[in-house]
């Protein structure tokens, strides 16, 4: 079984930073792509950012120059850099991997528990 756990969320100040991060762990053949989206309440879950093995990345527009994910393949574990934090970015934050599970030729999607980002003076 593959399972992704996060870790790293909390309270910070507006202006701060907080460091993601995600850990895939399981029998895993191959990682395509690992990503962070968030959802506040009453919203609906959006994408963040997102990293593909190759390296090649892409954000929302809110979190560009602001945020920056990266991910280390030994590992099997995605960071995300958040600064100058804002409080429209307090949500939970999910973290997603495309993965082949050892074993299998299909890729699935694979969701951690998600963890609290709280923006707040």
């Known amino acids: 079984q593959v399972q992704l756990v996060e870790s790293g969320g909390g309270l910070v100040q507006p202006g701060g930073s907080l460091r993601l991060s995600c850990a895939a762990s399981?029998?895993?053949?191959?990682?395509?792509?690992m990503g962070w989206y968030r959802q506040a309440p009453g919203k609906q879950r959006e994408l963040v950012a997102r990293i593909i093995s190759g390296g090649g990345t892409n954000y929302a527009d809110s979190v560009k120059g602001r945020f920056a994910i990266s991910m280390d393949n030994a590992k099997n574990t995605v960071y995300l850099q958040m600064n100058s934090l804002k409080p429209e970015d307090t949500a939970v934050y999910y973290c997603n991997g495309d993965i082949r599970p050892g074993g299998s030729y299909l890729q699935f999607a694979y969701w951690g528990p998600g963890t609290q980002v709280t923006v707040s003076s």
């Open positions: 399981g029998s895993i053949f191959s990682i395509t792509t």
